[in-house]
């Protein structure tokens, strides 16, 4: 009973119900399918990124240039296709490509030249932000076919396509961080570098290859939100990189590295995700919900550290 309470994904479930029942209390068209799915298919964007940023913070490092990677890649898959006219799915895996890519340039400035995450990445998100505003020359575009549309206003089965696509990559990630031998190099690597370079982890390929998935999972992201919000404009994913943080930190995945998961962060996001909804629902301003947002950060870190003490006691 003791470990079931100590499981920090029992805690985040258990605290979910109750959120869930708080915010049926202010609005009755809060628990109705339509609302929970749309709230899942909102949240959709984020998870992508969140999932790819628990790996990043598992190693004890920190990716702030997610959102700004988005909007680069949107604007690179628009241009491919309206300007240099090549089919959109052509200019969606190249766009998939350059994300890769400035994940790729955050690793080696991080792993070859050695500097810290936080400094690398909050460069590169300014870098990022202007190089798309430069290129697009601040220009949206849109008048995307409605087959690219699908991937983000369509439906499979009765289900939001973009929740399949978070469904999916969320069981890719479990997986290869819980039953592979990469996943146990990158908490071995959060948890201890030195002592991970000692037994033989190739640190610096592992972080690489971390950083890189960082920047696809976030231009999966923007290419999901250019076919939901019909348009490509550089200022997108403007502020995605608190709402990722927020979700991986308030899931349990310990900020110093080494812990964390996969599942946590996913009923986290749901937890932001439901809290928002509820509350504009209940008609509550937009500052009061981020005030809110905050303070169930802290409510949930605190009850975690004490349900960590007690699984220990």
Same mark, same amino acid.
């Given at each position: 009973?003791?470990?079931?309470?100590?499981?920090?994904?029992?805690?985040?479930?258990?605290?979910?119900?109750?959120? @869930?029942?708080?915010?049926? &209390?202010?609005?009755?068209?809060?628990?109705?399918?339509?609302?929970?799915?749309?709230?899942?298919?909102?949240?959709?964007e984020?998870? *992508?990124?969140?999932?790819?940023?628990?790996?990043v913070?598992i190693?004890?490092?920190?990716?702030?240039?997610?959102?700004? #990677?988005?909007? $680069?890649?949107? #604007? /690179? @898959?628009?241009?491919?296709?309206?300007?240099a006219?090549?089919?959109?799915?052509l200019?969606?895996?190249?766009a998939?490509?350059?994300?890769?890519?400035l %994940?790729?340039?955050?690793?080696?400035?991080?792993?070859?030249?050695?500097?810290?995450?936080?400094?690398?990445?909050?460069a590169?998100?300014?870098g990022?932000?202007?190089?798309?505003?430069?290129?697009?020359?601040?220009?949206?575009?849109?008048?995307?076919?409605?087959g690219?549309?699908?991937?983000?206003?369509?439906?499979?089965?009765?289900?939001?396509?973009?929740?399949?696509?978070l469904?999916?990559?969320?069981?890719l990630?479990?997986?290869?961080?819980?039953r592979?031998?990469?996943?146990?190099?990158?908490?071995s690597? %959060?948890?201890?570098?030195?002592? =991970?370079?000692? &037994?033989?982890?190739?640190?610096?390929?592992?972080?690489?290859?971390?950083?890189? $998935?960082?920047?696809? @999972? &976030?231009?999966?992201?923007?290419?999901?939100?250019?076919?939901? =919000?019909?348009?490509?404009?550089?200022?997108?994913? @403007?502020?995605?990189?608190?709402? =990722? #943080? /927020?979700?991986?930190? *308030?899931?349990? /995945?310990?900020?110093?590295?080494?812990?964390g998961?996969?599942?946590? /962060?996913?009923?986290a996001?749901?937890?932001?995700?439901?809290?928002?909804?509820?509350l504009?629902?209940?008609?509550?301003?937009?500052?009061?919900?981020?005030?809110?947002?905050?303070?169930? $950060?802290?409510?949930?870190?605190?009850?975690d550290?004490?349900?960590?003490?007690?699984?220990?006691?």
């Open positions: 009973m003791k470990q079931l309470i100590a499981r920090r994904e029992t805690v985040l479930f258990l605290l979910l119900l109750v959120e @869930m029942a708080a915010m049926q &209390s202010l609005s009755p068209l809060f628990l109705t399918p339509d609302n929970l799915l749309e709230v899942v298919r909102q949240s959709a984020i998870g *992508l990124i969140a999932l790819a940023m628990t790996l913070i190693t004890a490092g920190i990716d702030l240039s997610v959102g700004s #990677i988005v909007g $680069l890649s949107i #604007i /690179t @898959m628009g241009m491919l296709w309206e300007d006219r090549l089919s959109l799915w200019a969606v895996p190249l998939l490509v350059a994300g890769a890519l %994940g790729g340039f955050n690793g080696a400035l991080i792993t070859a030249v050695g500097i810290p995450p936080l400094i690398v990445t909050l590169t998100m300014a990022f932000r202007g190089i798309a505003l430069g290129m697009s020359q601040a220009r949206s575009i849109r008048n995307f076919p409605e690219f549309l699908w991937l983000g206003q369509g439906y499979a089965a009765d289900i939001p396509v973009q929740v399949w696509v469904a999916v990559a969320a069981l990630f479990h997986l290869a961080l819980t592979t031998a990469w996943g146990r190099s990158v908490f690597i %959060g948890a201890n570098e030195a002592a =991970a370079r000692l &037994s033989g982890v190739p640190v610096n390929r592992v972080k690489m290859q971390v950083y890189m $998935l960082s920047g696809f @999972m &976030s231009a999966l992201a923007a290419v999901i939100y250019a076919a939901h =919000a019909s348009v490509a404009k550089p200022d997108a994913g @403007m502020g995605f990189e608190l709402t =990722a #943080i /927020t979700a991986v930190v *308030l899931g349990g /995945t310990a900020v110093s590295g080494g812990e998961g996969v599942l946590g /962060t996913l009923i996001l749901l937890m932001v995700g439901f809290l928002r909804s509820g504009t629902l209940a008609r509550v301003p937009s500052e009061a919900q981020d005030m809110m947002v905050g303070s169930l $950060l802290i409510l949930v870190v605190a009850i550290r004490w349900s960590r003490r007690a699984g220990r006691e």
